[in-house]
């Protein structure tokens, strides 16, 4: 069958999946990819980028002397090419880094069809649910508000929907009676930190299979 995802080739510790990892903000799943990456690992962040100069996370990549870099909105462009035009200079970057893989870790913007359809199968996605549950930007709220006991955290290939797409994995996370959107994020985000590089590894090492 053809998916239309087209994964990456199978990387090894000599000849790492060059990744690039996407933010917006802090970036502490990028920090724990990162550590996890000091050990030899069938793949390798080569390229951090942001939407935003200032992200915080991006200091996590430079303090581990990756090439990390801010790239804003266009704003001289007009609106309704604005997003495409964006996309256009994070593409551009990611072929000059020679990049296979394309990690979003906290990136908080929606990507058209435009560039999914030129990453498809090697653009993946963490999302603080379990996914069809509770996408968009406000997951932890949502699952606060709908009064579940259990939610947890998905990564997924990334599709033309929003947070949409083939699952690789979820872990569940309880929700307890006291929990506010902080303190489940903060115990979602714990559990992200193991699920993304397992799933990387496994991404990485052709164990995935659609
Ligand atoms: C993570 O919880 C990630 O799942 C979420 O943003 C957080 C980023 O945290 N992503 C989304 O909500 C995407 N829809 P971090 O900047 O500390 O890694």
Redesign the pocket.
């Known amino acids: 069958m053809d998916s239309g995802f087209s994964l990456p080739r199978v990387g090894t510790s000599d000849d790492p999946i060059r990744l690039a990892v996407l933010?917006?903000?802090?970036?502490?799943?990028?920090a724990a990819l990162l550590r996890y990456q000091h050990t030899a690992r069938c793949h390798r962040t080569v390229l951090v980028l942001a939407d935003k100069a200032d992200a915080g996370?991006l200091q996590h990549g430079r303090d581990a002397g990756i090439t990390s870099i801010g790239v804003p909105l266009p704003m001289q462009v007009e609106k309704p090419d604005r997003r495409v035009a964006h996309e256009r200079l994070v593409h551009s970057e990611l072929e000059a880094a020679d990049v296979e893989l394309v990690v979003?870790?906290?990136?908080?913007r929606i990507l058209t069809p435009w560039f999914v359809r030129r990453w498809k199968g090697r653009l993946v996605?963490?999302?603080?649910s379990l996914l069809p549950d509770f996408?968009?930007?406000h997951?932890h709220r949502d699952a606060l508000a709908a009064g579940v006991n259990v939610t947890g955290?998905t990564v997924h290939l990334v599709d033309e929907g929003v947070?949409s797409g083939p699952i690789l994995a979820q872990m569940k996370v309880e929700v307890r009676p006291d929990d506010d959107e902080e303190a489940l994020?903060e115990r979602?985000?714990r559990m992200?930190h193991v699920l993304y590089p397992d799933v990387l590894d496994r991404l990485c090492s052709g164990l995935i299979l659609l």
């Open positions: 933010i917006s903000g802090g970036g502490s799943g990028l996370g979003l870790s906290g990136y908080m996605n963490i999302h603080p996408p968009g930007a997951a955290c947070d994020q979602v985000k992200e």
